[in-house]
């Protein structure tokens, strides 16, 4: 890893070391409303945002009746440290599409936590810019580029990618504009010339030529990990809880390869969950997420990504302390789930 590189990952990590304040309970609303199969069968899920393409292999496995048996209580709440922080204050018993790098923040300041596995662990961002400023990486240099805000991944990934070809990122000026769509809009009214948005955001202008995909962070990073499903320790070695957190993971699993073989049927899913979001659309979501390889059809636990995530943490020394990559996940939940029948199915 060159310096320039790691240089652009301290930031993301530091920031997300440093975000891990504010009550989980803000900007949280919550949705219970699974079928029943006992007292027991009860789970607390957190989220970090709301409902996207993030989350559809879950989507797809409670419609399609893989959990029907679970009590299920969702929260989504803003941003992955809330998430963690819900996790941490018992709120919920597993986080679901945390974002590894809060993750290891709370693992390097003791949080007992582990990664039971991920539904997307390949980042779902494109850079993109307008069509009349250029095609590749090298038409970043002196451009203005929108971002969600100093230090956020979406304002170091692009300088990332740029030291990565060659580029002087200071030729170019990022400006703080906010969320994905709100990125996207500055970049198509003009007042910016390029962004890092998702797929679901940039596909629309993508598919008219407004814009054009300068690069797709999964491609150029294979290794850097984007989110995990997590819970405490406590609740894993709990065994009725524990066996709660076997059958999200094997649904997820599920709805994994569920999303890959039949895009078009999860895309309808997805618009049932996010109806602002047009069916067409979402179809054409989904078919260029499959072609990115993003989803944890194996469970989302691959060794040399999270080696590499936490290699990278732990070599710029800007968490608590190190974290040793056998300490982050808890691979028995995949493992198992990988023989169960019904993913033969």
């Known amino acids: 890893m060159t310096k320039p590189m790691i240089a652009g990952f301290a930031a993301i990590l530091i ?13 949280a609303t919550k949705a219970g409303d699974a079928a029943k199969a006992g007292p027991e069968a009860k789970v607390r899920i957190v989220f970090p945002t709301t409902p996207t393409t993030l989350f559809l292999p879950y989507y797809v496995a409670r419609k399609k009746g893989w ?51 991920s539904w997307s662990p390949l980042p779902d961002y494109n850079v993109v810019i307008a069509a009349d ?7 970043l240099a002196g451009k203005v580029i929108a971002t969600s805000g100093p230090g956020a991944l ?6 990332i990618l740029m ?25 198509l009214g003009g007042r910016a010339d390029a962004t890092l948005v998702n797929t679901v955001t940039a596909l629309d202008a993508i598919d008219t030529g407004k814009v054009k995909v300068v690069a797709k962070i999964a491609i150029e990073f294979p290794r850097l990990g984007y989110v995990w499903n997590v819970a405490r320790v406590a609740t894993l070695n ?16 599920r709805g994994s390869r569920f999303i890959m073989q039949n895009p078009d049927a999860a895309a309808a899913i997805l618009h049932e969950r996010v109806p602002a979001l047009d069916l067409e659309l979402s179809k ?3 078919r260029d997420l499959n072609r990115d390889g993003v989803w944890g059809g194996d469970g989302g636990l691959d060794a040399a990504i999270t080696e590499f995530t936490a290699a990278t943490g732990t070599e710029l020394g800007v968490l608590g302390r190190s974290v040793d990559p056998a300490a982050i996940a808890d691979g028995r939940f995949v493992a198992a789930a990988l023989k169960d029948p019904a993913l033969a199915k």
Not at 15 to 27: E, K, N, R, W, Y
């Open 163 to 187: 030291r990565r070809h060659g580029v002087d990122a200071s030729r170019s000026r990022f400006i703080q504009v906010g969320g994905h769509p709100a990125r996207l809009q500055a970049v």
């Open 15 to 27: 920031v997300a070391c440093t975000s891990l304040q504010g009550p989980a309970a803000a900007d």
């Open 238 to 253: 709990d065994p009725a809880r524990s066996a709660v957190i076997q059958e999200l993971t094997t649904a997820g699993i």
């Open 284 to 286: 054409r979501v989904i």
């Open 154 to 159: 979406p304002d170091q990934l692009p300088r």
């Open 67 to 117: 959990l029907n048996d679970l009590a299920i209580d969702e929260t989504y709440v803003t941003g992955d440290s809330n998430a963690v922080r819900a996790l941490l204050s018992d709120q919920a018993d597993v986080g679901c599409g945390v974002g590894t790098f809060s993750v290891l923040s709370a693992l390097g300041a003791g949080a007992d936590i582990k990664a039971v596995g």
């Open 133 to 139: 400023k250029g095609s590749t990486v090298a038409d």
